[in-house]
């Protein structure tokens, strides 16, 4: 069998997805809906409808279709960049000398360099589709903002991003890209909006965080004739396109015959890890297989492992909607010393049903064993991982560790969500060995937990 | 006949080429030999011994036989980022409304960016199998020292990286992807070599050049026990390596009976242009086949449209052996505000041959119509051309705009060689409005003339 699986497996172009799989039609739990911040009542398409693209909120209330048709537009700039392929992480093994099978989705081979491309497109779709002029988002390192400039540049959409003041600054390559693309990237807080002006006005010398920009991303998307504003995560709608990530995955193991024991995900808002285990997972909700689901996440922000299973705001500034989720608390920041993404404080509301339920596992996991898993596995696959996508490597390598001690000859396969080119400044730190662990202490989450709104 | 065409061709792994070609053995008219620098008599094996690898030495040296078997243990690495896909241009064709077919072979997606892997990794196999304890080399932006780090550590070789002191500050994040594979980076020049010392006391605070970290990578290789010194261009090595660039294109197209018209490549060294069009040059030089080509250069670096063809030294620091070639002087410098590779001051031989005997064409293209070229590529084909790509793109483009002037449903195939992740301060200076043209003088290009070297 081993003899017969490639290095690579791609699917032939006719075998791409032309539906993704709504994993909530299969949930005898579903995720509990999201709430209006005045009323804390469940938001209704109308309460959506000035933020969201109208397409985008039915597939956001939608929990009863197991399948949704990609239209063909998507499907044309998918096979620019997809299938993605399925890699065999052959070296990998051999350098751990396990008997497990690992196997890699790598979502990396796009300009983006992530995932969150595959979201992206879908989205700016359903704005040109509704004759929008264009989209407002926000972006902290700029992996999001990238991904929607691509596809708004496609479309010939208009894309605003508002990006976090101090990595506007420290990291000018990403907005480069956004900027090649045609974006137009704001630093944030700015003049451009109330909320903006407010925060200069009281904190002169800011430098901005992801709360003030989605608050301003929301302000401009809802003050500007034919905009929207678009989100990369923790939506219901954003794992739903996702879903295309475990559906190849899927085609391509079926296409060999391999049937995975353990399937591995980073998390952050959930985005990639809901996406790549929704088809098994469907299969696993009606009875049909069983997988273990292991969700990774950083030390520092630890949502699952760590966090409370309540209603909470989506944002720092608290004017989105509450969702049910597991939650740090949105007033908690990870530590500054922390690298990579995975910083939001909540996770998204589906995955947080399916763990609440006892479907899937978490583990969290310390940033210097990270970055040192991520130089173990570029040195012999060969890719430069993102921080984000090393979290689910360090998990991998110890599940194939634990193989060679037991003598057991698993199957593993994990999301390698991207590429790390844009996050050299911590791989310096790590090689000068300036990076530090960070663990938040018990009484800092209680205080924290002690802000939590009152739950309904 | 389109519509069976996908986006991306995909060989499968059994289809990928076991042998490398060796164009010089089907040229009437051979490269001419390499010259000692001290004697001007041919290089013998025994005289590039102590800087080459033995069996690189023989593929140095080898004119006659067309095939030469690629190692299974190459292969085996190939298999990680290879086949390459070929991409059909659909967007391009679209936005460019010309009936022209365009093609692209993309050799970014790996790690070290580039297509200068594909060399790398057969330099590091055969010094490794000769029982090497490492290499030397040296880079400029990095491109070639990140492939050598990759390679070397595949295969357990130390690396030694002589890195231009200008970019080893200015460039700090492919200095981090070479330290992350394991190598050691020294900004040049050091106080390691001879050669450096004595730069640096001459000239305490100079930002260094290639020529002078060739220089001391190659007394690094000398000096000390069990190392090579290795070169990522120019040489016929490389050039034999990198044809399988254009044995993938070859098998990609029969497979959908797409014959070329036109066949474009940048063109620095060579080692790109030389690989991708080697298989069709092959088929011309037989008589088989006709096709036109295409070697794309900096109007700032201009080798094969405005120098010399000569004898000249391959280094700046002319320690070097000497190689006929097109040249503008091992002196000559391309303005500093040229941001892209494409610098070398001369060309592959091989090249430089073929273009002498009528057999290919070239064209200068100036840097800000490059970059104009590379975000419009990027924009619809969705990938962020490196600025050397970027000059094939340029004139893939200009041929798809005339055959759309003549209503010619042409075949264009060209080499997009990488990604520019890591030049984002060039595409900053672009949209900025910051970035010029500038094209050597006469007077200039007859200086550095003035200064070649006594012909034999």
Redesign the interface.
Known sequence: MDKEI???I?L??DEMPKQWYNVRADMKHKPAPLLHPATMQPMTAKDLRPVFCDELIAQELNDTDAYLDIPAEIRDFY???RPSPL?RAY?LEKKLDTPAHIYYKFEG???S?SHKLNSAIAQAYYAKKQGLKGVTTETGAGQWGTALS?AC??FGLDCKVYMVKISYEQK??RR??M????ASVTPSPSMDTKIGRKILAEHPGTNGSLGCAISEAVEAAASLDGYRYVLGSVLNQVMLHQSIIGLETKAALDKYGVTPDIIIGCAGGGSNLGGLISPFMGEKLRGEKDYRFLAVEPASCPSFTRGKFAYDFCDTGMVCPLAKMYTLGSNFIPSANHAGGLRYHGMSPVLSQLYADGLMEAVAVEQTAVFEAA?QF???????PAPESSHAIKAAIDEALKCKEAGEAKTIVFGLTG?G??D?YA??KF?DGKMTDYIPTEAELKESFSKLPPQP
């Open positions: 490639p290095y690579k791609y032939e172009e096979k620019m960049y890699v070296c081979s796009n300009t360099g691509m540049s496609y000018p390559f480069e890209v900027r090649t693309y045609g130089e570029a040195r012999v696959e060969g890719i430069l590429t080119y844009f050299m791989y310096e090689h």
